[in-house]
């Protein structure tokens, strides 16, 4: 999953950042609102977690540019505005959910995953098709009861594809999944982590769509 970190304050920044690489996340980190605004315009993200405080362009203002442009991307507001008023304009400006700085970064975390589960339309925090399950919350990843070790990038490739069974993600959008915009991109690293999760998972769970990209085919 590929997520876009908005936030001006350095250290909060570099402890979130590293938090959310640690969980395997790719995160591109931007530090004003102007930048912020265009990358979500010309990027690809499952979850902003934007700041409202920031240079440039305040987050709010971000916020509703984005939402007016129709950009359905989840937002995750965290800032130190702890007013009611505050989290109530944050919520009607298109905010999915608020977390409150200093914020713990388990609950943080747990909002992250609840928001990448609702856009996907689930609300089990598992995923299960075709006798592999995957727990976004553990890492941990079974076949037919078996537990299988998956390198960082082959959950990257293997949790966007089984959250969607059907849906096709081209080379390029699963390469926005693995690697943030200052990771080297092999021309041939999705080819080498699909053709890994084949022999860990099984030869038919991830299909070849000529000419078009990788799907997980539904039960």
């Excluded at 540019?65 to 304009?89: C, E, F, G, N």
């Excluded at 905010?95 to 990448?116: N, T």
């Excluded at 092999?186 to 022999?199: D, P």
Aim: with cysteine; net charge negative; proline share 3%.
């Amino acid at each position: 999953m590929r997520l876009l970190l908005v936030e001006d304050d350095q250290m909060i920044g570099e402890a979130v950042l590293d938090i959310l690489r640690a969980e395997l996340y790719a995160v591109d980190w931007v530090k004003d609102g102007l930048q912020a605004e265009a990358l979500c315009r010309t990027e690809s993200y499952d979850l902003v977690l934007l700041d409202l405080g920031l240079p440039g362009k305040d987050g709010l203002e971000v916020l509703r540019s984005l939402r007016a442009a129709k950009l359905r991307t989840p937002v995750l507001i965290a800032t130190a505005r702890d007013s009611v008023d505050q989290r109530i304009k944050g919520l009607d400006a298109g905010g999915d959910d608020y977390v409150l700085k200093p914020y713990d970064l388990g609950e943080l975390l747990a909002r992250v995953r609840a928001l990448l589960r609702r856009a996907a339309g689930r609300a089990d925090s598992q995923y299960e098709h075709m006798g592999v399950v995957i727990d976004p919350v553990t890492r941990e990843v079974s076949v037919d009861g078996q537990a299988v070790v998956l390198s960082s990038r082959e959950w990257a490739v293997l949790e966007p594809l089984l959250a969607r069974p059907g849906a096709i993600l081209s080379r390029a959008q699963l390469e926005e999944k693995i690697f943030g915009w200052e990771d080297g991109v092999l021309s041939n690293a999705v080819e080498v982590y699909i053709h890994g999760l084949r022999k860990k998972l099984g030869a038919h769970l991830i299909q070849n769509v000529r000419g078009v990209g990788y799907m997980v085919p539904r039960a």
